[in-house]
């Protein structure tokens, strides 16, 4: 593992993170949940928020696909999303919802700021983002596609997302 150049769970916390967190409005399958803490952890997110019926660490289903990066990635849980995505608008993020919506703009288009803060937001699998957080956001994302189903498991959105920030950024 040190030839790989991995730093430790300690070290990531102690980095300068770049300002992107990412809020999981009630993500109810653990897999996922565990993924995104996965993914976040790859691509420096900040923070990862928890909320409504998203499952929390310790669980055994989300350690199963966090591999440790419940250790690594600091996160909280909030019961009300839309509290804590106008508490991150006060704070001077952009609310970044990730949802195809007849106002969405392809991502391909899209190129973040480094002078921004940004929230991403993703939603439930099957219903989205909530009806009262897609009103706060500043910004509605979606994913280009051209299969039957127009949609993409949410921990594969999320990466997606995350590398696309991530590369944009360079962080």
Known sequence: MEELGRVSAQEYK???QPSLVVVLDNV??????????RTSDAF??????LTGIT????????????????ESVPWSYHENVGEIVAQLKKEGYEAVVVEQTTGSQSLETFIPSAEKKYCLIFGNEVDGVSDEVLKMATI?????????????????????????FYRQLAL
Not at 28 to 37: C, D, M, T, W
Request: proline share 5%; aromatic share 4%.
């Open 44 to 49: 420096a997110v900040s923070h990862l928020y």
């Open 140 to 164: 509605a994302l979606e994913i280009p596609q051209s299969g039957t189903k127009h949609s993409l498991n949410v921990s594969v959105c999320a990466g997606i997302i995350l590398w696309h």
């Open 14 to 16: 102690a980095r300068t």
């Open 55 to 70: 499952g929390t660490p310790p669980h055994r289903e989300i350690h199963k696909s966090a591999l440790g990066a419940t």
């Open 28 to 37: 109810r399958s653990l897999h996922n949940v565990g993924s995104l803490f």
